[in-house]
């Protein structure tokens, strides 16, 4: 079973791929990165014990739990089962600089602090470098509902004494911005509208479990949130619902390759515009209850826009590049939520890939075969991108800096491997 501790020295280690193998078999998803981390920051909102269950094993969760830690919750993280229990009793503002800056979710312990403490001070938050990921709009949203921001320098310190319902449109459907006004505006007193909310699967899922904490919260999965703050939260037991993106990289490693996989544990509503494509494409898709099967001969282009949720999601944008390097004519890929998301078409291209960039439009010219070669420093979406292109390519690729696919992928090569694929983990210089 997976174990959600990372390996001693794992940043050492490379993956191994040898391309030419279809991926064949069943492949059960994981709870989403996405909604895992925001759920947990979510615990501050309560002094009563949340259950969560369905959290994957990847690495950004053992850091979300120590900067909860850090900020006074208990946390037991079960590493078999995928179950996490925490409890705020009497959470402090003051996040350690250490942790924050590990990950970008940190960011989301903003407004739970904000709405449960009434304060909250933070370093600026890691992550992937896909952009410039600003939070202006986090905190344009918090300063309407009353907080006062103070700048530390490295740190950022919110006062919000008088925490008050408010009118707020976002310039843009930022996911994060939309979260953390969400927490903040379930225990603000009065009523928030949130107008061009982003509206993710993992947003959904954020509020219907805060509703089952208690809050009302009006218009779930619209482009208007309207939050009634109430007084208190309760616990609760919930779980994540499963990763839509880590379905989308299996479903298109399994077309990359004219394979045949099912999916379990998949909604099939969350990915409406990826299996559009994927079946424009001329992949074949059954959908069935819970679970997808995959499966194709052959690949033809097909033109890509990424958007806000229900568009094309950006964290898929790497992969269907990779899987349109083998699709007959040429594909058209437009990125419009992070403007550095097209860095690893270089890496691509060492591979033998037919890409040109056009500012925020990429070109693929396919079928083009691909040769192996050494990625590195390639983010998660980027980092499973390669270990896919690796799939088809001729000879050996080896994936660097694999420390950013164990982010926001649950046991990536044991799953491969379990379809057929020819992946390892090795030390770097095994
Ligand atoms: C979340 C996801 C990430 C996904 C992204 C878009 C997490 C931990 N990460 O990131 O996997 O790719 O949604 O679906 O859930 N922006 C600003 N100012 C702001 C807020 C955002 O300029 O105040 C910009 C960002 O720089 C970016 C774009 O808006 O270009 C999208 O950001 P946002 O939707 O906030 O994404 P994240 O919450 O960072």
């Not at 918090?142 to 950022?156: Q, R, W």
């Not at 983010?379 to 050996?396: F, I, K, Q, S």
Request: with cysteine; charged share 20%.
């Amino acid at each position: 079973m997976a174990s959600h501790s990372t390996t001693p020295g794992a940043a050492a280690d490379v993956f191994r791929v040898r391309g030419g193998t279809p991926l064949r078999g069943t492949v059960s998803l994981a709870g989403a990165k996405n909604s895992a981390l925001k759920l947990m920051a979510a615990s501050l909102l309560t002094d009563e014990p949340v259950e969560l269950e369905q959290i994957p094993a990847i690495a950004d969760v053992p850091v979300m739990a120590e900067l909860l830690a850090g900020l006074g919750v208990e946390v037991a993280l079960d590493s078999d089962g995928g179950t996490c229990r925490l409890r705020a009793a009497d959470p402090h503002f003051h996040a350690p600089a250490a942790a924050v800056r590990r990950i970008r979710a940190s960011i989301s312990c903003l407004g739970p602090l904000v709405g449960r403490v009434r304060r909250a001070r933070l370093a600026l938050p890691g992550g992937d470098q896909i952009g410039a990921r600003g939070i202006e709009l986090h905190l344009q949203g918090l300063t309407a509902m009353g907080a006062s921001i103070i700048d530390h320098g490295d740190e950022l310190e919110i006062i919000a004494t008088d925490l008050h319902g408010a009118i707020i449109t976002l310039d843009f459907p930022s996911v994060g911005a939309t979260e953390n006004l969400l927490m903040a505006a379930v225990l603000a007193d009065g009523t928030t509208v949130i107008d061009n909310a982003a509206r993710e699967p993992e947003i959904q899922d954020l509020c219907r479990m805060l509703v089952a904490m208690g809050a009302n919260i009006q218009g779930i999965g619209a482009p208007t949130l309207e939050i009634e703050g109430v007084e208190r939260l309760t616990g609760v037991r919930w779980e994540t619902c499963p990763d839509r993106i880590e379905a989308g990289t299996y479903a298109m490693a399994a077309a990359l390759t004219g394979g045949d996989v099912v999916i379990e544990r998949v909604r099939a509503q969350d990915l409406t515009m990826p299996l559009i494509k994927l079946r424009a494409a001329g992949v074949m898709v059954e959908e069935g209850g819970s679970s997808l099967r995959v499966k194709a001969a052959g690949l033809d282009a097909v033109d890509v826009v990424t958007l806000p949720y229900p568009g094309f999601p950006t964290d898929l944008q790497p992969q269907m590049m990779v899987l349109l390097t083998q699709a007959v004519g040429t594909s058209r890929c437009t990125e419009n939520v992070f403007e550095s998301r097209f860095s690893f078409v270089d890496q691509l291209r060492r591979m033998g890939a037919d890409v040109q960039i056009d500012g925020h439009h990429a070109m693929i010219r396919g079928p083009v075969p691909l040769h192996g070669a050494t990625l590195a420093g390639l983010d998660v979406r980027a980092g499973a991108a390669g270990a896919m292109a690796g799939l088809v390519a001729d000879g050996e690729t080896i994936i660097e800096d694999i420390h950013h696919i164990d982010r926001g992928y649950a046991d990536f090569v044991p799953r491969l491997q379990a379809l057929g694929a020819d992946i390892e983990r090795v030390r770097a210089d095994a």
